[in-house]
C-alpha cells in the first residue's frame, strides 16, 4: 500500500462544513452484529453515514455528477427528480432513481450493507436515454467524508490498495475508503488516475467542475489534503463501448486503520455482491416474520416502522437513538455534533415500547439493560444542573438519567426531566420479572430518586421549562406504581409502600396542582377550565408529611414563565399542550376524567388545524418557537415558529379508543398519520401548517413550502415511527396496548380481567369525606395490602359520594376487608365498624365477578 505523488497542495481549511438535511429518504444497516455501518438518504443519494456506533457520523453526501463531454452541463444528482422505493418491503434495502431527462441520463441505485464488513454498498446502473450513449457523458463520484462526527480536520489522500486506487478518509481511528469495480478515467497525459483531494469551496472537485470560470470538467488532481474540510473525487471511466447502460458498484468501507478500511473495501468489492444482497435481505426478512402481524392487520408502514427503529439500535450495547441525523442540518455544523443521534432516555422508551408492541422483546431488552448498566448515573456530583464544573460527566445524582447523553452513556446534555427517570421503570415492568428482578437495585435507586425529587421537574417532555407538567407527573405516577409492584416481587415491602404513598398522593394531586379553572381561553360552553402545560411553580418542600410535595403557587395563580426557543413570557394559564392525555396513556385517569373532557375542546380549539386532504394535526403548544423562521429560514434558536406535529395525531387517535373502547374509531387517525408520510412512509417531526394566528402568534408558511409535508426539521422521528405501531394495534385490540395495567387497575382507570385462580371484586362504598381526604380498601390478602395502608387499594371518587375500585382477588376464598381514608397530611382513620372488627367476604370461582356495595361511618 503506498500513497500516490504529493499533487497540488490545497489553498486552505475549506468553507465550515455543515451536516446533512434531515428529511431522510432511506436508512439502513444489516441486521448483522458484524456490519457496524449505519446510512441514510436524501433525496435519492447517500446522506450521513454512522459507524462504529450511531451518534458518529462519518460521512455527509456521497453522490453522483453527471456532465455531457460537450461540457454543456454538470448536473448534482441530489438536485434531480427522484423516486425512493423498498424492492423488497421487508427489507431495509433501498433502490433510488434519480434522472435528468432533459439532459437524457438516469442513475439507479441499489443500496444496502455488507451483512459481514463495515462496508457500504451501492450496486449502480447508468443508462444514457433519448438515443444517446455512455461515451457522451462524464461521471463523476463525489463524497464529502466528516470523519469521527467532525466536518473539519479530516485527511483525505489517494491510496494505492491491492489493484485499486482508493480515495482514503480520516481523523483519529475513523478511516473511510471509497473504491469502484470500474476504473477511474487516466489522465491524458502521464496516464494518473483522475481521483483528487482537495478543501471544499476552495480545492475540491464540485469547484473544479462548478466553480466560477470551470469548464465543467475535472482538471485538478490533488492527492492530499489534511487538517479541513475535505471532499473527494474521482471521474469514472464509462469505457470507449457505445453502449446506452452500464453497470458498476461503489463501495464505502470502513475501519479503525488505513489498511482496515482498504481492506475491507477490497474484500466487499472482491465478494459476490448478489449472495451479500440476499443474505441482507433475509437478515431483515427473518426479523419482519417475527414480528406481530396484529391479526394480520399490520401493513407495510408498520413493517417499516419496526424494521426503522431497529435500524437505529446499537449494535455495541443496546441504545437507541432518537434520529439518524441532524435537524436544519444543512445550517448546523460542528458546533451541533449530537443533533439527534444522542439517547433520549424517553424517546427511548416511547419506541423500545412500540418494539414490544410489535413482538420484539429482545430488543427491547437490551435497551433496558443499557438503560440500567450503562446510562443510569451511580454518584452525586454538582450542585445543579449545570452548576457541576468539577464533574467529569456534569451533574449527576444516584439512580438519575441524563436528559440524553451518547451512545457511550457519556451525558451530553445536564437537564433533568422526571418523566426520563420513570419510564425506564415502565419498560422494565412491562418486559416482565425474568427482566426486572435482576436489575431491581438499580431500579430502586431510580424510584427513591423519583420520590425524593418529583414530581416538579427540572424540565418537562419539551425540555424547556420547569415545575409541574401533567405529562410528567403521568410518567412519575406509572413508574412508581410500578416500581412498587417490582418492590413486592423483590420482597421490599417498605420501598413498595413508600413509591405508592408518594404515586397516590400525586394522582390525587395532579388536578390541583396543573388544572386551572379561571383560564384565559375557553370551549363554546365558555368553559374556563382545563390542564395547562405547566405550573411554574418551585416545589414547596414544607411539613413532614405528603405536603412536601405540594407547589407554591396552584394553577389559577397569575404567574408568569417564558418559553423556550423564543416563545416570550406568558401567564401560566395561558400555555396549552397535548400532555395532559398522557395521564390516560400512563393509566393515572380514565379516559372519562372531567378535567381530561373539559381540556379537550379547549386543546382542539386553539392547536388543531386540518390540512385539505391530509387531516388533523397539532402544534406543541402555542408560542412554541421550535420551528423555521415565518420567511421559511431554518431554525436557528430565534424567531422560529413551530409547526403541526403528527405524532399528536397518534396520540388523539390511541385517546379515541381508550374513550369509547371502540378501536376503530382511531382508524382515521392512523389514515391522517399515513398522509403525513413521506412516499416512503417516514413520519416525520413536523409537517408544514398552513398560515395561521395561534392565539396571537403568527405562524406563516413560505410560498416555497407545501402544508401537510415535512419541514426541515427531522424525518423520520423515531418517537413518531413508534406511535404508528402504537396506534394499529391498539385499532386492532380496541384498547392502548401499552397502557400499565398495574397502573389503570389501581386507580380504576381499566379492567384488567382476572387471572387464572382469581376473581373479580367490585368495591363500591359510600362514604363522606372533605377536600383533601381520599378513601382506600385493605384486607388480609397481598392483593388488597395486608393491612398496610400503603398498599391499600384506593378507591375512586368519580360518583362521589359511592367510591368504586375493582380488584383481582383469590377465587373460592374467605376475606377479611376494612375500609379507611387517608387524611390530607397523609395520616389514616379507619372506618368505624361495631366491636372494632374487619368486613367478611367470599370469593366466587374463578374467573367469577363479586360486588361489595358497604356504607361507612367514621
Partial sequence: MSALGAGIGAAGAGAASVWGPAEKSFLGTSTTSASRVYFTGHRGIVSEVFYPVLDTVNTVDLQFLVGDTAKTFVDEEKHQSYTVTQPDKRSMRWQAVTSNSGHNWRITKSIFTDPGRNALIQRVQFDALNGRNVTQFNLYLLHNPAMDNSGAGDVSKTVAAGSRTMLVASENSRVSALAISRGWKAQTTGGLPMVSSGFVGETDGWTDLLGGGSDKTMNWRNDLASGGNVAQMGWIDLGTSAVTSISFDVVLGFGATEAEATTTANATLGSNLTTLRTTYDSGWN????????????ADDQYYLAAMSLKTIQDKSNG??????????????GDANNGGYHLIWPRDLFKFANALVTAGDTTTATSVVNY???????????????YNAPSCPQGYSRVGRFPQNAWVSGWQYWQGTQMDEQAMPIILAWRLGSAVYNPLWPKIK????????????????????????????????IAGLVCAATIARANNDTTSAARYLAAADYWQQGVDRWTFTTTGQHSDDQNNHSYYIRINPSARGNTGTGPQVYNPVSGPDAAISFTNGNGGGTHDQRYIVDGGFLELVRMGVKAADHPPIVATLPIYDKILRREIPNKGYAWFRYNYDGYGERNDGGNFDGTGGRGRLWPIFT???????????????????????????????????????????????????TPGSATAGNPTRSMSPLNWAMGEYISLLASIRAGKIVDIPS???????????PPASGQAGVVFNVTATTVVGQHMYVTGNTPALGSWNTDLGIPVDSRNYPVWTNRVNLPSSSALQYKYYRKNANGTVTWENLP???NRTMSTPASGGTVTRNDTVSW
Fill in 371 to 385: 438503560l440500567f448498566n450503562t446510562l443510569q448515573q451511580s454518584s452525586d456530583c454538582g450542585v445543579a444542573e
Fill in 319 to 332: 441504545a437507541m437513538i432518537a434520529g439518524m441525523g441532524t435537524p436544519w442540518g444543512e445550517t448546523n
Fill in 835 to 837: 366491636g372494632g372488627g
Fill in 742 to 752: 398495574v397502573v389503570c387497575s389501581r386507580y380504576n382507570a381499566c379492567v384488567v
Fill in 650 to 700: 397518534a396520540e388523539r387517535g390511541m385517546y379515541q379508543i381508550a374513550r369509547t373502547g371502540v378501536g376503530s374509531n382511531g382508524s382515521s387517525y392512523l389514515t391522517m398519520v399515513k398522509a403525513f408520510s413521506t412516499p416512503q412512509g417516514f413520519i416525520p417531526e413536523q409537517v408544514w401548517n398552513e398560515t395561521t394566528n395561534v392565539t396571537g402568534w403568527i405562524v406563516q
Fill in 445 to 476: 435507586k431510580t424510584a427513591d430518586y423519583i420520590v425524593n425529587t418529583g414530581p416538579w421537574t427540572q424540565q418537562e417532555r419539551w425540555e424547556e421549562n420547569a415545575g409541574y407538567s401533567p405529562s410528567t407527573i403521568a410518567a412519575e
Fill in 286 to 297: 427473518g426479523y419482519a416474520s417475527g414480528l406481530n402481524n396484529q391479526g394480520g392487520t
